[in-house]
């Protein structure tokens, strides 16, 4: 089970950070992903990163501004997002994925970034 947190709302210009919260071994094995889906949008993916934390994936559209981390003391898997614009509010989802794609497996239930 997979668990979003640190949503809320924040002007533009501002930052959020997002955590993932899986149980331990679940997560250490898996690449996760950050999705976000904006209303009467489709889900996009934002960011991945590799079970050990090594290697990492941006889209385009956060590339330089959000950053996708593992904490291994909390167990989570963070991302930080400075610069925010009101085109990134969306509902965020985090997700196991196969590495190297976007293709998840698992979902989070998702936590909501409004940015005005």
């Known amino acids: 089970q997979l668990v979003e947190s640190g949503g809320g709302s924040v002007q533009a210009g501002g930052s959020l950070r997002l955590s993932c919260s899986a149980s331990?071994?679940?997560?250490?094995?898996?690449?996760i992903g950050w999705f976000r889906q904006a209303p009467g949008e489709e889900r996009e993916g934002v960011a991945r990163i590799s079970p050990g934390g090594g290697s990492t994936y941006y889209a385009e559209a956060v590339k330089g501004r959000f950053t996708i981390s593992r904490d291994k003391a909390k167990k989570t898997v963070e991302l930080q997002m400075n610069s925010l614009e009101p085109e990134d509010t969306a509902m965020y989802y985090c997700?196991?994925?196969?590495?190297?794609?976007?293709?998840?497996?698992?979902w989070g239930q998702g936590t909501q970034v409004t940015v005005s």
């Open positions: 997700a196991t994925v196969v590495c190297g794609t976007w293709n998840g497996n698992y």
């Open positions: 331990g071994y679940f997560a250490s094995i898996n690449c």
